[in-house]
């Protein structure tokens, strides 16, 4: 009988224990570990006509979604590259030899940002830093009274 009131107390010791040893920390000062993330988000971009030519350009909405990695240098700075694909593009009507017009221009890019991150507390971050950018696709649709034109070109 006491060889099984010992191991019943011995396997409810051996539950417990997992908890007892990876009990929730309360740690919220990150700013010298390595972390990855997820971003997702949206483009507003347009074009301007500086020409003053018959040509009316409204804004468009696109996806950029990628990934980031945080390395720190010390508490206060670190380095943050991300990778991102992210979508630009414009919406426009016009006139060409007397004949109205709409173009939707949708391009697509790898941009590769490097930021300088600086870490003044634990809950703020201010990044600078260059980012470059890859052409790798667009896609133009005219239209206009006697013909409609699509072109996807991919770089």
């Known amino acids: 009988m006491k060889n099984k009131n010992f191991l019943t107390v011995a396997i409810v010791a051996l539950m417990f224990l997992p908890s007892l040893i990876f009990a929730q920390d309360n740690k919220t000062d990150f700013r010298e570990d390595l972390s990855f993330g997820v971003k997702i988000g ?11 030519e018959e040509f009316k350009a409204d804004p468009k909405f696109g996806l950029v979604a990628g990934g980031f990695v945080s390395i720190p240098i010390g508490a206060y700075i670190g380095i943050q590259p991300e990778i991102l694909f992210s979508q ?22 790898l941009d590769i940002p490097l930021y300088f991150a600086f870490k003044p507390s634990e809950f703020f971050t201010l990044v600078a830093g260059p980012e470059f950018s890859y052409l790798l696709m667009q896609k133009d649709a005219f239209e206009n009274a006697s013909t409609t034109i699509e072109q996807e070109t991919e770089f």
Request: glycine share 12%; no cysteine; hydrophobic share 25%.
């Open 88 to 109: 630009k593009g414009f919406k426009a009507d016009g006139v060409i030899l007397g004949s109205t017009y709409k173009l939707t221009r949708t391009t697509s890019y």
């Open 42 to 52: 949206t483009n507003y971009s347009n074009v301007y006509d500086a020409q003053g």
